[in-house]
């Protein structure tokens, strides 16, 4: 078995984490599962700990790239060879993960993506989010002059090469798209992975109302002014 260390970024999610973790664990019993608890104010660290994972507690709250980040510096230092995403509120099903790590096991691609709309099962979201998931996909192309259909996915599969790299350079604010952009910029190879996922189960996404505008501002000015700079390839 190939040295895998999944990282599942958490905040908040007690009500989700520790079946998160028992799934996971029953469809990799090998990997090493590392939940980042995010400066939460509930009982997620106790939760996950009780599950069986490795917790890391940060003690504020970084927001969804510094978990993340933290968790794949965790992997490097420890010497995995590689890692995966699967967020801690229940919406990426433990299942579908050896779907994204077939193509990196066996050296296909650097970096996979679980994709909501490639045909694999149903996944509502309102018309506001999907047309705005459009605009970024359509600016992921322009960047990268690449197609991904789903650039907001935090669900993947990362093999040495993609472990490095966002291990040392990581967006902090929203990630999952412009990382694809710094994917590309270091001549990984990307892929996309038809994937089924399940609603929200509990709580709510933390880009609604306000900050879903200041979510596209952001990225959308970030990736029309030529986030990221220079990177090295790898």
Request: hydrophobic share 45%; charged share 20%.
């Amino acid at each position: 078995m190939k040295r895998l260390c999944v990282v599942v970024p958490a905040f908040n999610e007690n009500q989700t984490v520790g079946h998160v973790v028992n799934q996971l664990h029953a469809e990799l019993p090998l990997a090493t599962l590392v939940v980042v608890d995010d400066g939460s104010t509930d009982s997620t660290a106790d939760i996950a700990l009780q599950a069986g994972a490795v917790v890391l507690s940060l003690p504020v709250n970084l927001g969804i790239g510094g978990a993340v980040q933290t968790g794949y510096r965790y992997a490097l230092s420890h010497h995995f060879e590689y890692a995966m995403q699967v967020d801690g509120d229940g919406q990426h099903r433990a299942e579908e993960v050896m779907r994204l790590l077939d193509p990196v096991f066996a050296g296909a691609a650097d970096l996979t993506v679980g994709s909501r709309w490639l045909g694999r099962g149903e996944y509502n979201a309102p018309r506001g989010r999907r047309l705005g998931m459009r605009i970024l996909s359509a600016l992921v192309r322009w960047r990268t002059h690449k197609r991904f259909t789903d650039t907001t996915s935090g669900f993947r599969a990362l093999g040495p090469k993609a472990l490095k790299l966002f291990a040392v350079t990581y967006p902090t604010d929203f990630p999952e798209v412009e990382s694809l952009v710094l994917a590309c910029k270091a001549n990984l190879v990307v892929a996309e992975v038809p994937v089924t996922m399940s609603e929200r189960a509990h709580g709510r996404s933390s880009i609604t109302g306000l900050r879903s505008a200041y979510y596209m501002a952001r990225v959308g000015a970030a990736l029309l002014l030529g986030f990221p700079g220079p990177v090295q390839r790898i």
